[in-house]
């Protein structure tokens, strides 16, 4: 059973940066993707960003192109997402994914994860 264990949200004011991190307990994390989503209240949940199992291949949902950015230590078997210039509307839960593709590209799609963290809240005041 993998776990995944996100932190680092919080209230922050437009315009300000927030790192988050997702710690995995799955001795084999550098052989998969891993990916970020959020979900605002009664909304769907989204992709965010993506990474590949080896860090050099990501991807961006066009609305945090250039604001947010992923990255992964796989010697630490964390994840993270430093998110710039934050809009009200980057508030939402935030969860950090995994995907069962070895080795695989970013991906962007939900259903293609299969381990998902307990989520953490960002909330961006005007």
């Known amino acids: 059973q993998v776990q995944l264990v996100e932190s680092g949200g919080g209230l922050v004011q437009a315009g300000s940066s927030l790192r988050l991190s997702c710690a995995a307990s799955?001795?084999?994390?550098?052989?998969?993707?891993m990916g970020w989503f959020r979900q605002a209240p009664g909304k769907e949940r989204e992709f965010v960003a993506a990474?590949?199992?080896?860090?050099?291949?990501?991807s961006y949902a066009d609305s945090v192109k250039d604001r947010f950015t992923i990255s992964r230590d796989n010697l630490k078997n964390m994840v993270y997402l430093e998110m710039n210039s934050l809009k009200v509307d980057d508030t939402a839960v935030y969860y950090c994914?995994?995907?069962?593709?070895?080795?695989?590209?970013?991906?962007?799609?939900?259903?293609?994860?299969?381990?998902w963290g307990q989520g953490t809240q960002v909330t961006v005041s005007s």
């Open positions: 994914g995994r995907s069962p593709v070895s080795w695989g590209a970013p991906i962007r799609a939900a259903t293609l994860y299969d381990y």
């Open positions: 990474i590949s199992w080896s860090g050099s291949g990501t």
């Open positions: 799955d001795r084999t994390f550098s052989r998969y993707p």
